[in-house]
C-alpha cells in the first residue's frame, strides 16, 4: 500500500466515485421511465410503434455502448448550429450530460427488453379475469399486469444495474473524470499501477452492496407469495 | 449526401478498405478470444463443481472479481499489469525492454471476462446432464477422461449454446473497448476517418452499423450451430 500516493489521489477518486454513482443513478432512473413506453410500444397492436421501438431496442443493444457514446458526443458537434437553434446545444456541449443521455437511451433500450419479457409473463387470465371485472385497458394495466410483471423483472433489472455500473466506467474516454476517469489520471501523473487495483476493489464493493440490496429488495418485494410458515 | 457515401469508396479517395481492415482486426479478435475464454471457462465451472472446497473458492472468487469489474478496467490492469510483470520476469534473464501486444493484452482481458461468464452457463449445463449418464459411463469402464470428452461435452455443449451465443454477441460489441489501447479495430479506424474528414455523425453510425451486421451474421451462424447440436433431439415446441 502506497500511503503517499493514497494521500495524494484518494480523495479525487472518492470524488469519482461519487459521478459514477450519480451517472448510474440518473440514467438507470430516465431509462427506466424511457423502458415503459417502449416495452408497451413493442408489444401494442400498431404495426408502426412495433417497428420503431423494435429497431431502437435493436439499434442499442446490438451496438458497442462506446460507438453510441462516440457518436452523441462528437457527432452531435457537427449539429451545433441546428442544436443552438432549437435550444438543445447546452444537453450536448456537456461531456457528463453525453455520457447521461446515451447511457439513458442505451440502458432503456435493454430495460424495455426485460419488461417486455415480464409483462407477457404474467399469465393472460389476469387481464382476462380484469376485463370480466369491467375493468379499463389502463386500470388493468397499472393495477394488475405491472405489480405482477415487476416482481419478475426485478432481478434482470438488477443485473441491468450492474451492467450500467460497469459499463459507466466508458464516460472516461469522454474526458468526464467518474471513478475510472480519476483513476485513469492518477495513473498518467503517478504511473503507479496501484491506482488501478484500488479502483478495482471501489467497483467490488458497489457491485457487491447493490446485489445484496438487491436480495433484501427481493425478498421484502415477495413476502406475500411465500407460505406463512416461512416467514420468521 | 453523394459526397457522403463519397467517403465510403475503396482506395485512397475513402475509407472503406480502412473500415474493412478494423473490421477485420475486430472480428479476428473476437475469434481469437472464444477458444481461451471457453477453455477457461470450462476450467472455471469443473473447479466450481468440484468436490475441493479450495477448488469450488477460487472458482467463485474468480467469477465474482470479473463479473463485477468493468470490462475497460480489466483491460488496463491486464495491459499495464500485464507489461509490468512480464517485464520484471524478463529482466531476472536479460537486460532489455519488452513490450505486451495491445492485441494479446485485449484477447487476455475479454477472455478473462467472456470465461467468468461462460462459467456460470458451463456450471448450469453441468447440472442439467442427469446423474445416470456419468454412472452409465462408469459402469461401461470410461476412465474420467473419457467420460469428461466422450459423454459430458457433447450433451453439456447442447445445454450450454444458447448461453455461449449471447456471450459471443457481447464479446463482439466488447471489442470495441480495444480501441483506447492503440489497437487498430473498426472503432479506431473509425475515429482516424473522423480526425481526418470532421465527419463524427455519419463515420461513428457507419461504425455502428457495421457491428450490427456482425451482429446479425452471428445470429444466422449460431440458429445454425443450435439446430446442429440438437440433431436427434425431440423438443417442446418443435
Same mark, same amino acid.
Given at each position: 500500500m502506497n500511503w503517499d500516493l493514497l494521500?495524494?489521489?484518494?480523495?479525487?477518486?472518492?470524488?469519482?466515485?461519487?459521478?459514477?454513482?450519480?451517472?448510474?443513478?440518473?440514467?438507470?432512473?430516465? @431509462? #427506466?421511465?424511457? &423502458?415503459? !413506453?417502449?416495452?408497451?410500444?413493442?408489444?401494442?397492436?400498431?404495426?408502426? $410503434?412495433? *417497428?420503431?421501438?423494435?429497431?431502437?431496442?435493436?439499434?442499442?443493444?446490438?451496438?458497442?455502448?462506446?460507438?453510441?457514446?462516440?457518436?452523441?458526443?462528437?457527432?452531435a458537434g457537427q449539429f451545433r448550429a441546428e442544436l443552438e437553434a432549437v435550444g438543445l446545444w447546452w444537453l450536448f456541449r456537456e461531456a457528463y450530460l453525453c455520457a447521461i443521455l446515451t447511457f439513458t437511451l442505451n440502458?432503456?433500450?435493454?430495460?424495455?427488453?426485460?419488461?417486455? @419479457? #415480464?409483462?407477457? &409473463?404474467? !399469465?393472460?387470465?389476469?387481464?382476462?379475469?380484469?376485463?370480466?371485472?369491467? $375493468?379499463? *385497458?389502463?386500470?388493468?394495466?397499472?393495477?394488475?399486469?405491472?405489480?405482477?410483471?415487476?416482481?419478475?423483472?426485478?432481478?434482470?433489472?438488477?443485473?441491468?444495474?450492474?451492467?450500467?455500473?460497469?459499463?459507466?466506467?466508458?464516460?472516461?474516454?469522454?474526458?468526464?473524470?467518474?471513478?475510472?476517469?480519476?483513476?485513469?489520471?492518477?495513473?498518467?501523473?503517478?504511473?503507479?499501477?496501484e491506482v488501478y487495483l484500488w479502483a478495482a476493489v471501489l467497483y467490488l464493493v458497489v457491485v457487491e452492496v447493490l446485489r445484496r440490496v438487491w436480495d433484501r429488495l427481493e425478498i421484502r418485494i415477495t413476502r406475500h407469495m411465500r407460505p406463512a410458515t416461512a416467514r420468521t | 449526401m453523394t459526397e457522403l457515401f463519397g467517403l465510403l469508396q475503396f482506395g485512397s479517395e475513402g475509407w472503406a478498405d480502412e473500415l474493412l481492415a478494423g473490421t477485420w482486426l475486430t472480428i479476428r479478435l473476437a475469434l481469437a478470444t472464444v477458444p481461451f475464454g471457453l477453455m477457461?471457462?470450462?476450467?472455471?465451472?469443473?473447479a466450481k463443481n468440484s468436490h475441493s472446497s479450495v477448488l469450488r473458492f477460487v472458482g467463485n472468487v474468480f467469477t465474482t472479481v470479473?463479473?463485477?469489474?468493468?470490462?475497460?478496467?480489466?483491460?488496463?490492469?491486464?495491459?499495464?499489469?500485464?507489461?509490468?510483470?512480464?517485464?520484471?520476469?524478463?529482466?531476472?534473464?536479460?537486460?532489455?525492454?519488452?513490450?505486451?501486444?495491445?492485441?494479446?493484452?485485449?484477447?487476455?482481458?475479454?477472455?478473462?471476462v467472456f470465461a467468468a461468464y461462460a462459467s456460470e452457463v458451463f456450471?448450469?449445463?453441468?447440472?442439467?446432464?442427469?446423474?445416470?449418464?456419468?454412472?452409465?459411463?462408469?459402469?461401461?469402464?470410461?476412465?474420467?477422461?473419457?467420460?469428461?470428452?466422450?459423454?459430458?461435452?457433447?450433451?453439456?455443449?447442447?445445454?450450454?449454446?444458447?448461453?455461449?451465443?449471447?456471450?459471443?454477441?457481447?464479446?463482439l460489441k466488447d471489442t470495441s473497448l480495444v480501441s483506447v489501447i492503440a489497437l487498430d479495430d473498426l472503432l479506431r479506424q473509425t475515429k482516424v476517418a473522423v480526425g481526418a474528414t470532421k465527419e463524427p455523425f455519419f463515420f461513428y453510425l457507419a461504425a455502428c452499423l457495421i457491428y450490427l451486421v456482425l451482429s446479425i451474421v452471428s445470429s444466422v451462424f449460431l440458429v445454425a450451430m443450435e439446430k446442429r447440436a440438437n440433431r436427434g433431439q425431440r423438443r417442446v415446441g418443435a
Open positions: 494521500q495524494r489521489y484518494g480523495v479525487q477518486m472518492l470524488g469519482g466515485l461519487n459521478v459514477t454513482l450519480s451517472l448510474v443513478a440518473v440514467s438507470v432512473t430516465l @431509462g #427506466a421511465l424511457l &423502458a415503459l !413506453p417502449v416495452a408497451l410500444a413493442r408489444i401494442s397492436d400498431s404495426k408502426l $410503434l412495433r *417497428g420503431v421501438s423494435f429497431s431502437y431496442v435493436y439499434f442499442f443493444r446490438g451496438t458497442p455502448l462506446l460507438a453510441q457514446t462516440f457518436l452523441v458526443y462528437y457527432g440502458t432503456a433500450a435493454y430495460q424495455a427488453e426485460i419488461l417486455r @419479457g #415480464a409483462i407477457q &409473463a404474467v !399469465p393472460i387470465g389476469q387481464s382476462e379475469a380484469a376485463a370480466a371485472l369491467g $375493468l379499463k *385497458g389502463w386500470t388493468t394495466l397499472r393495477k394488475i399486469i405491472l405489480p405482477q410483471a415487476f416482481v419478475i423483472a426485478l432481478r434482470p433489472l438488477g443485473n441491468e444495474v450492474i451492467l450500467m455500473i460497469k459499463g459507466s466506467a466508458i464516460a472516461s474516454v469522454i474526458t468526464v473524470y467518474d471513478l475510472m476517469g480519476t483513476t485513469r489520471l492518477a495513473f498518467s501523473r503517478s504511473f503507479d499501477f | 477457461l471457462g470450462l476450467a472455471v465451472a469443473l470479473f463479473r463485477g469489474l468493468p470490462e475497460l478496467l480489466t483491460l488496463f490492469i491486464v495491459y499495464y499489469g500485464g507489461q509490468i510483470l512480464f517485464q520484471k520476469i524478463v529482466a531476472l534473464f536479460v537486460d532489455t525492454y519488452v513490450e505486451v501486444s495491445s492485441f494479446v493484452a485485449g484477447m487476455v482481458a475479454l477472455g478473462v456450471l448450469a449445463a453441468l447440472r442439467a446432464i442427469s446423474k445416470g449418464q456419468i454412472e452409465a459411463a462408469r459402469a461401461l469402464g470410461l476412465s474420467r477422461g473419457l467420460t469428461l470428452r466422450l459423454v459430458i461435452i457433447p450433451q453439456l455443449w447442447r445445454y450450454a449454446l444458447p448461453g455461449i451465443g449471447n456471450l459471443w454477441l457481447v464479446l
